[in-house]
């Protein structure tokens, strides 16, 4: 197989990058991401599947042999839920782990049966082949890019920058498909299908629904939102990761006079510093190579309602400037226009960067910071707001429970309750979330009697990326157990013993990969990842 020019690839990246985010269209981006990904791997086939609304169906939705798009091909639909366990699509879907079977039809470990069949329908007999799971900045699985015959595979760092990238801007077209001409709308004044706007199910009618907050401490945050919640100002919420920014972002946009209009998300970290102008603000058709079309940008979607700008500080210094115009001025200008247009537009910027250092290190608008930081708000950590804690956790329970089907949530023993609230939680409630799901799924269902607080990390380092505490919350839990004083987590130990068994077999077997996958019933290429992951070779 074939070596890939890193730097070409890189190159070519880019311009994918910036022709993806051209595509307002379903089925153009769909096509656009074949494309590139033809153009990345050298395949000869390729398909791409994307889920279904409900969840349970992987539909076949554009696809190309050779050059050629094909309009009518024979890959089916797959059921997820009565598909083989061993299907690779399926695997990939169900497990999020990329799927590569170097000889697909030698025997491999999966079930190919359905991919034998399509290849027959047109005459192919694929040397390897690629299934990709295409999974958005939420970390949903939105869909499946499966490549055949590939002649280029060994550039895995592009082509997971790619396959993210993809996923961002086939989700935006999905929901640009189903609610563009909603948005055209009400950017004329007509305000008569609101209602099927997805974020119109969401509506808080009373701060009840809002969120989890029964401590001092966040009763007091709320309180503060409370004043200004319907009142044209723009909020600055400031906190450590996982605090909860984006909740109080919608309970913001919920419980204002906003409520029936768009509420828009981005996290500025999360799209390349050359797309971000395009997201932000728009473009005309021919602004740029690939810009065949006009695209609204993401001030104009949230005309009349909210615009919410996650990791702010991770903001590039030129668009800052441009965000500070829009902010002044109330318009917009998309990339290649002649005209400005007006927005009426709530902005919510969030932040876990200390903004004051990075103005003094040059990295962020002192102008920018001022206009945004009219109503500033700091949400506390959760280990300062112990009286939520509980809460919180019955809270997940109870979405756990939803989510498995239980007709009944688990409960949570005495000295379960202890422990959750001595932990200290580096990562907030995203953190404690995690936790309960993970200690759900280990508990019999009914009665949860132990908890896991998965991998220790640097404390010292995650400190370093927020919002430094009070000297006064410094000695408050200066007491609680140092990370260095928490025993490794299941996760650790589990991998240990994986690792040794399959050290184990692979002596066994005399490092016969494919004999050893067969004793340990996993797929070869599970095995081979499994070693890359644990760093096994022969001479282990």
């Given at each position: ?275 971000l102008e395009s997201e932000l603000f728009g473009h005309k058709k021919g602004s740029f190579t690939g810009a065949d079309k006009d695209k609204i940008g993401l001030f104009e979607a949230a005309n009349g309602g909210t615009l919410f700008l996650d990791e702010i500080g991770d903001m590039p210094m030129l668009l800052q400037a441009k965000l500070l115009r829009v902010l002044q001025e109330r ?210």
């Amino acid at each position: 197989m074939s070596s890939a020019n890193h730097s070409e690839l890189g190159n070519a990246l880019l311009a994918i990058s910036q022709s993806l985010a051209d595509r307002s269209q379903l089925t153009q981006t769909l096509e656009a991401v074949l494309t590139a990904a033809k153009q990345m791997t050298m395949a000869r086939h390729g398909i791409i599947y994307v889920l279904d609304q409900t969840g349970e169906a992987l539909i076949p939705s554009s696809a190309f042999h050779n050059d050629q798009v094909m309009v009518d091909h024979p890959w089916p639909a797959i059921q997820l839920d009565s598909a083989s366990e061993s299907d690779p699509f399926n695997y990939a879907v169900h497990n999020g782990e990329v799927v590569l079977i170097n000889e697909l039809y030698k025997y491999n470990g999966y079930d190919c049966e359905a991919i034998y069949q399509a290849e027959r329908a047109f005459g192919a007999t694929s040397l390897n082949l690629l299934a990709w799971p295409l999974v958005d900045e939420s970390h949903n699985t939105i869909g499946l890019l499966v490549l055949l015959d590939l002649g280029v595979i060994d550039n895995e760092a592009a082509l997971t920058e790619f396959c993210r990238m993809a996923a961002s801007h086939i989700r935006q077209a999905i929901w640009l498909e189903q609610y563009g001409q909603v948005i055209e709308r009400l950017s004329l004044g007509d305000t008569t299908e609101l209602s099927q706007l997805p974020i119109a199910s969401a509506v808080r009618a009373n701060h009840a629904d809002g969120p989890i907050a029964t401590s001092e401490e966040m009763l007091n945050v709320l309180s503060r939102l409370d004043r200004v919640l319907s009142l044209p100002v723009d909020v600055m919420l400031r906190g450590e990761t996982g605090a909860g920014k984006e909740v109080i972002a919608k309970y913001i946009h919920d419980n204002s006079n906003r409520a029936k209009a768009p509420l828009v998300v981005q996290n500025c970290a999360a799209i390349p510093e050359q797309l971000l102008e395009s997201e932000l603000f728009g473009h005309k058709k021919g602004s740029f190579t690939g810009a065949d079309k006009d695209k609204i940008g993401l001030f104009e979607a949230a005309n009349g309602g909210t615009l919410f700008l996650d990791e702010i500080g991770d903001m590039p210094m030129l668009l800052q400037a441009k965000l500070l115009r829009v902010l002044q001025e109330r318009r917009v200008r998309p990339v290649g226009a002649n005209k400005e247009i007006e927005v009426d537009v709530r902005v919510i910027a969030a932040t876990h960067c200390n903004l004051a250092q990075q103005i003094q290190d040059g990295r962020f608008r002192a102008d920018l910071f001022y206009r945004l930081n009219v109503f500033p708000i700091t949400l506390p950590p959760l280990r300062a707001r112990q009286a939520d804690i509980l809460p919180l956790a019955e809270h997940f329970i109870q979405l756990a429970a939803n989510k498995l089907g239980l007709s009944t949530p688990p409960k949570l023993a005495d000295q379960v309750c202890t422990q959750l609230q001595c932990y200290h939680y580096p990562g907030n409630v995203r953190e404690l979330k995690n936790i309960i799901e993970r200690s759900v799924l280990l508990s019999d269902f009914e009665t949860i009697t132990s908890i896991e607080f998965g991998d220790p990390i640097n404390e010292q380092f995650s400190a370093s990326a927020t919002i430094t505490s009070a000297p006064e919350e410094i000695l408050e839990y200066s007491e609680t157990p140092t990370l260095e004083e928490v025993s490794k987590g299941l996760k650790e130990a589990v991998g240990e013993y994986e690792r040794t068994v399959i050290i184990d077999c692979l002596r066994e077997c005399n490092w016969h990969t494919k004999r050893a996958a067969e004793l340990l019933s996993l797929p070869l290429s599970t095995l081979n990842h499994k070693m890359k992951k644990y760093d096994i070779s022969a001479t282990s």
